[in-house]
Each structure stands twice: as structure tokens, then as C-alpha cells.
């Protein structure tokens, strides 16, 4: 075997992992997500609710899989503001 071949099969080694993790982050947060697209959170660190439009993962620097919600940020009644401002709100940082 050259190294180059090595090289080679180490990198699709390293792809392969990659990708099973971010399939088994992406079935964690699944598992663990109450909320889904069109429900109302406020994230409790910036004091801003959404309504959530997209759900994206996120691997924590503790290394603890979430979700990050991202949407159309609302008044205080509950409708959408009218600059039309979107923003993300992680899970981690929900109001309880």
C-alpha cells in the first residue's frame, strides 16, 4: 500500500464517521425535540419568542446534541413583529 492510498482511505474513513454522527445527532435531538415547526417558544437568555419555521442541530460545546429553532420573532401578544426580524433560539436556552 503507498501512502497516498492510506491517505485516501483514511479521509473516507473520516467522511464515513462524520456522517453517522451527524445521522445519530440528528436522531438524538429527534428523540428528545417536543416542539416542531409552527409552535410558539421564547428563548428565556434574550427574552424573544418565535414561531418556528425552521429546526437545525447543534452539537454544544459540552458536546450535548440540541436543536436550534429559527423563525420570525413576535410582540409581546404574540404576533409577528413588522420589521419581520428572524432570529434563532436554541433549545437549551428555553423558557420553561
Not at 60 to 68: K, R
Not at 75 to 81: E, L, Q, R, V
Amino acid at each position: 500500500m503507498e501512502y497516498q492510498e492510506y491517505k485516501d482511505k483514511l479521509k473516507g474513513l473520516e467522511l464515513e464517521f462524520e456522517q453517522k454522527k451527524s445521522k445519530l445527532i440528528k436522531e438524538y435531538v429527534d428523540a428528545n425535540n417536543p416542539y416542531k415547526i409552527g409552535d410558539k417558544v421564547t428563548d428565556h437568555y434574550q427574552d424573544v419568542s418565535i414561531i418556528i419555521e425552521k429546526i437545525k442541530y447543534h452539537l454544544s460545546l459540552y458536546g450535548i446534541p440540541s436543536a436550534v429553532y429559527y423563525g420570525s420573532e413576535l410582540k409581546k401578544d404574540g404576533t409577528p413583529k413588522k420589521n419581520g426580524n428572524k432570529t434563532y433560539v436554541y433549545q437549551i436556552n428555553l423558557k420553561q
